[in-house]
């Protein structure tokens, strides 16, 4: 998970159970990557981006965030993985206006 704070990247291994129509969950490891300078300026200026500039960052940003869940997995021994989900970085947030993107 990362977000419009810009602190890093949450990274989460957990284990999810579903019964009676409830979902519960279990956290068994857990971090935070901060991001590498040069990604914070680009996020800092995402909304002024030409289409190209976002579309080569895009690749980029994610290029990274799959290098960190794959140190993440090897670094913990994570074994079991049935998936790795990822809802993407929120660039703009305005509550008031019922906005994120």
């Known amino acids: 998970m990362s977000g419009s704070s810009m602190d890093g990247l949450d990274i989460c291994y957990c284990n999810l159970q579903f019964?009676?129509?409830?979902?519960?969950?279990?956290?068994?490891?857990?971090?935070?990557n901060p991001f590498p300078?040069?990604?914070?300026?680009?996020?800092?200026?995402?909304?002024?981006?030409?289409?190209?500039?976002?579309?080569?960052?895009?690749?980029?940003?994610?290029?990274w965030i799959g290098e960190q869940v794959n140190t993440f997995i090897t670094s913990n021994s994570i074994k079991d993985l049935d998936y790795?989900?990822?809802?993407?970085?929120?660039?703009?947030h305005q509550t008031d206006k019922k906005l994120t993107v």
């Open 84 to 92: 790795v989900a990822s809802h993407g970085h929120t660039v703009l």
């Open 37 to 63: 300078n040069d990604i914070i300026t680009k996020l800092q200026r995402i909304l002024q981006m030409s289409v190209l500039e976002f579309s080569l960052f895009d690749r980029q940003f994610g290029a």
């Open 19 to 32: 019964t009676d129509n409830k979902v519960q969950y279990k956290i068994l490891k857990s971090q935070t």
